[in-house]
């Protein structure tokens, strides 16, 4: 399960996900002040740049503070992010509709650019982030920051959402790694019986998180948001069948507590998978560092592998990331390119990732030796990036989402069936589209 795999250059992971959310009018609590306050030049030009509350080991912090030791002329501070990703977009577009000096760098989603590009909300990178610069980053992340001819932000930080599993109980019961969902019911359904453990750990509440989840579902079962056409495919057969079974895994198979469906953030879902209290949990990449902690009850347990796929269908992993842009009504667009490229080198996202924080998006990563040693799943990612998954691309994805969110959500309640759901988001679209 662990073997090592070959290297794919052109492989990558566009994220999700993660995960994260609301942008706070607050900044991080360093103690500092604005204009750099007591680290050096009161003169110095302070830049607000959005930041996920999720700090893995604290490693983005430390990162600002080696790089306002390091620039005597610009100091970063940082506006912290919640882990919801439906609330960081709307706090986002609040702070950028209102020209807020409390936000000069975005934390961009990477469903977000073709919405945010297209309101003008952010400066286009053409001649900072050339060509040249673009070849040092992972392929696809680069592509997913164009839009319009244009290209709107940096890829920071690389992710995907598969299957985490307990590897030890997997052998203990000489059971594998399931290749389809009919096999994962199967085995979870077995060891939560033997052990007192949850089949599955999911964040299945109403937020973003929910979308990266059906998504998988549906791509497995051969379904779509849209046809090649742009044609509403919402409430085919296929994805009818695909939100079925995920009710089923709740109501009849019982490998889904139905406590899953308040879980709005991954972290929400994470906490029993650490604690030792699930064998499967579908989750993006900060599992494997939190799971390695010293403190942690499954610390050399836990493993990583592609999501199942259906009876003749195909895996899917959701794919995710988080990258950086300038917000068009910034007054110090040079000052803010200059933090954007110091934080995406090779040698900050090395130190970053190394420390225990998030995946960085440089090439040179996943061919350093002395990453790879210390992160030894990102050899696995490069297998399961095969089955990367993208959430449908739209200008108002935004908007999609919140529908979708909300019929799925429903479905799973059990207040409509799987097919009402669907037919009502596939009409509501329609009516967005129009």
Not at 24 to 41: I, L, P, Q, V, W
Not at 242 to 247: D, S
Not at 272 to 277: C, D
Not at 369 to 390: I, K
Request: glycine fraction near 8%.
């Amino acid at each position: 399960m662990k073997g090592n795999v070959a290297l794919r250059v052109g492989i990558v992971c566009i994220t999700a996900i993660f995960l994260v959310s609301a942008c706070s009018s607050g900044t991080s609590d360093s103690g500092e002040e604005a204009n750099g306050g007591s680290e050096g030049n009161s003169d110095a030009v302070t830049l607000h740049m959005a930041k996920l509350e999720s700090d893995p080991n604290g490693m983005m912090e430390d990162a600002r503070q080696r790089f306002n030791e390091e620039h005597e002329d610009i100091k970063v501070e940082f506006v912290e992010m919640s882990n919801n990703a439906s609330e960081m977009h709307d706090q986002t577009v609040t702070q950028l509709t209102a020209e807020s000096d409390n936000l000069d760098i975005v934390n961009l989603d990477v469903v977000w650019v073709a919405e945010f590009a297209e309101a003008g909300w952010l400066k286009p990178l053409d001649d900072m982030f050339t060509e040249d610069m673009q070849g040092n980053y992972i392929a696809r992340q680069v592509d997913a920051m164009k839009y319009d001819d244009n290209i709107w932000a940096v890829p920071w930080f690389n992710d995907l959402h598969p299957m985490w599993y307990r590897e030890d109980l997997l052998e203990k019961y000489e059971r594998s790694v399931p290749e389809t969902y009919e096999e994962a019911v199967e085995t979870a359904q077995l060891i939560q019986e033997e052990e007192g453990v949850q089949g599955f750990s999911m964040h299945w509440g109403r937020s973003e998180q929910l979308i990266v989840s059906f998504t998988e579902f549906l791509h497995a079962k051969g379904g779509n948001f849209f046809d090649e056409e742009g044609n509403v495919t919402i409430n085919s057969p296929e994805a009818v069948e695909a939100l079925q079974f995920m009710v089923d895994m709740v109501d009849e198979y019982e490998v889904v507590s139905a406590s899953a469906i308040g879980n709005a953030t991954p972290d929400d879902a994470r906490i029993p998978f650490t604690q030792g209290q699930a064998l499967f949990h579908p989750n993006w990449g900060y599992v494997y560092s939190v799971n390695q902690a010293d403190d942690s009850p499954v610390k050399g347990k836990t493993w990583v592998a592609s999501n199942p796929g259906f009876e003749g269908g195909q895996k899917a992993n959701a794919v995710g990331g988080w990258n950086f842009a300038i917000a068009d009504h910034t007054e110090h667009a040079e000052e803010a390119w200059d933090v954007i490229k110091w934080f995406t080198t090779f040698e900050n996202q090395k130190t970053v990732l190394m420390g225990g924080g998030q995946v960085g998006t440089h090439l040179d990563l996943y061919e350093d030796e002395e990453v790879l040693e210390a992160n030894p799943y990102l050899e696995e990612y490069l297998t399961v990036f095969d089955d990367a998954s993208v959430r449908p691309t739209h200008p108002q994805y935004a908007q999609l989402s919140d529908m979708a969110q909300s019929h799925i959500h429903e479905a799973l309640n059990g207040d409509v069936s799987p097919q009402e759901a669907l037919d009502a988001l596939a009409s509501e679209i329609k009516g967005l589209n129009d």
